[in-house]
């Protein structure tokens, strides 16, 4: 993968999963956003294509957090559910939003709420890390999807 994801989308990702807020189908998946009012879609093919039309992967051209919940769903990236489970609940769109979209604040912000010890933080962080340096490895390609984002509520 050519541009990388800012880390804070893999925790971003694991919420999702923690929360059970995605519909996974054989070749589409949709993300309910952390707060639920939005709905993202993400759609690949067997060539390694993923589109999305969340914010980071339409507009910035990295794999956003739904992308990034489809290829951990799928195995191409590796999953630590005992790290994802911790991530249960975060209010990650208040958190980007009180902190300006500083991810590395949110991140630690996040990490208190959780109440995560340090040894916790460490085996979050290289959890992180080996799905980033896996995904780096990946011969997948991001877009845009041009299927509106569905509001809830």
Same mark, same amino acid.
């Given at each position: 993968?050519?541009?990388?994801?800012?880390?804070?989308?893999?925790?971003?990702?694991?919420?999702?999963?923690?929360?059970?807020?995605?519909?996974?189908?054989?070749?589409?998946?949709?993300?309910?956003? #952390? +707060?639920?009012?939005?709905?993202?879609?993400?759609?690949?093919?067997?060539?390694?294509?993923?589109? #999305? /039309?969340? /914010?980071?992967?339409?507009?910035?051209?990295?794999?956003?957090? *739904?992308?990034?919940?489809?290829?951990?769903?799928?195995?191409?990236? *590796?999953?630590? +559910? +005992?790290?994802? #489970?911790?991530?249960?609940?975060?209010?990650?769109?208040?958190? /980007? +939003?009180?902190?300006?979209?500083?991810? %590395?604040?949110?991140?630690?912000?996040?990490? %208190?709420?959780?109440?995560? %010890?340090?040894? =916790?933080?460490? =085996?979050?962080?290289?959890?992180?890390?080996?799905?980033?340096?896996?995904?780096?490895?990946?011969?997948?390609?991001?877009?845009?999807?041009?299927?509106?984002?569905?509001?809830?509520?």
């Amino acid at each position: 993968m050519e541009k990388l994801p800012p880390l804070q989308k893999f925790y971003e990702a694991y919420s999702v999963i923690a929360d059970d807020r995605f519909d996974l189908a054989p070749q589409q998946l949709t993300v309910r956003s #952390s +707060e639920g009012a939005k709905e993202y879609t993400v759609t690949w093919d067997d060539g390694g294509h993923y589109r #999305s /039309n969340d /914010n980071a992967t339409y507009w910035q051209g990295y794999a956003g957090y *739904p992308v990034l919940v489809a290829l951990l769903l799928q195995g191409r990236l *590796p999953l630590d +559910e +005992e790290v994802a #489970s911790w991530f249960a609940d975060v209010p990650w769109k208040q958190l /980007n +939003e009180a902190h300006k979209r500083d991810y %590395d604040a949110a991140l630690e912000e996040a990490f %208190d709420l959780k109440g995560l %010890d340090m040894a =916790q933080r460490l =085996q979050a962080e290289a959890a992180v890390d080996a799905d980033q340096e896996a995904l780096a490895e990946l011969a997948v390609a991001v877009g845009r999807l041009s299927e509106p984002v569905r509001k809830l509520g």
